[in-house]
DNA sequence: GTCCAGGCATCTA
DNA sequence: TAGATGCATGGA
């Protein structure tokens, strides 16, 4: 396959971003990465740490989308001094929080709920598959809007194997279209009212919202607390917390990237299965 | 066959 | 306010 424009990208790790579990609809193919930035088409590898080739879509574009302006030095400067800490941001280095169109996140991880990251994969894939739109240069299609989604009936989601979720899917959807509310003109908002907001649709409670604060909100000191990071919290501090009390607390202890910190521990825990002695 | 997953809505005390 | 329970599906 033909080479691209390369751009530099410090402090970044593609592989390690695209499989972090915040986006379910990369497709690597001989090394070369599809994803797509809302509409917008990207094709693009990483030959060496430190730089990306591009075959489709602009280094501005791809800038954007993975926040290669977020400033990942400092931000690790924050990061917990502890040893289990310590290996997941060695074992993520590079890792970055992607800049989400809000409705794809919102809608993907409403449909995630006690499902395994391959899993939603499975169902994002079949509901851009059947219900989205085809992109010129792309591999999947765009994830179909809250209108499209609203005009379908709840048997037609469950065939895509959503399942209980296919009712919260349906229903967030529609509230939106009924409400003629548009989630991107949300942004400027403060966290507490755009979180208020989001767990007023049906199928987004704390956890979901907090997810869709960090990924698609750009509010980096979110957590969203989830089966591992309850266990790592078990693990470390020994004591129960609620979920929305632990994140709470994990945002005023971490600060302002404390959704950064979640996200290496998450992912972590995750593909190593271990948690803290 | 059994267990578990990036939870939420609802009910009960 | 806090805790318990049902909910569907697919991979390990």
Redesign the pocket.
């Known amino acids: 396959m033909a080479g691209g424009r390369s751009m530099a990208a410090g402090d970044f790790d593609l592989r390690v971003t695209l499989e972090?579990?915040?986006i379910f609809h990369a497709i690597e193919e001989d090394g070369w990465w599809w994803v797509l930035a809302g509409r917008e088409p990207l094709v693009l590898r990483q030959p060496a740490p430190g730089s990306l080739e591009m075959r489709t879509g602009s280094p501005r574009l791809a800038r954007r989308y993975f926040s290669l302006d977020h400033p990942l030095g400092e931000i690790y400067e924050t990061f917990p001094r502890d040893s289990y800490s310590r290996a997941a941001l060695e074992g993520s280095r590079g890792l970055r929080i992607i800049r989400q169109p809000a409705w794809e996140c919102l809608a993907t991880?409403?449909t995630?709920?006690?499902?395994?990251?391959?899993?939603?994969r499975?169902?994002s894939m079949a509901i851009r598959q059947r219900f989205g739109d085809p992109v010129s240069g792309a591999r999947v299609n765009a994830y179909p809007a809250p209108e499209r989604i609203a005009a379908l009936d709840e048997a037609a989601l469950?065939a895509c194997?959503?399942?209980?979720?296919?009712?919260?899917l349906l229903?967030a959807a529609r509230a939106l279209v009924r409400d003629g509310k548009d989630l991107e003109s949300l942004r400027s908002l403060p966290t507490a009212g755009l979180r208020a907001r989001l767990?007023a649709?049906?199928?987004?409670?704390?956890?979901?919202?907090?997810?869709v604060l960090?990924?698609a909100y750009e509010r980096l000191d979110a957590?969203?607390?989830?089966?591992?990071?309850?266990?790592i919290a078990r693990a470390m501090r020994r004591r129960?917390l609620?979920?929305?009390?632990l994140a709470r607390f994990a945002t005023r202890r971490f600060g302002p990237y404390a959704g950064y910190v979640?996200?290496y521990?998450?992912?972590h825990a995750?593909t190593t299965g271990r948690l803290p002695a």
């Open positions: 972090s579990g915040q991880f409403v995630s709920s006690m499902k395994q990251v391959a899993h939603i499975l169902m469950r194997g959503l399942g209980f979720r296919a009712g919260h229903g767990e649709l049906p199928g987004v409670g704390p956890k979901v919202a907090n997810c960090l990924f957590v969203p607390v989830d089966v591992w990071i309850g266990r129960k609620s979920a929305p009390a979640q996200q521990l998450f992912h995750r």
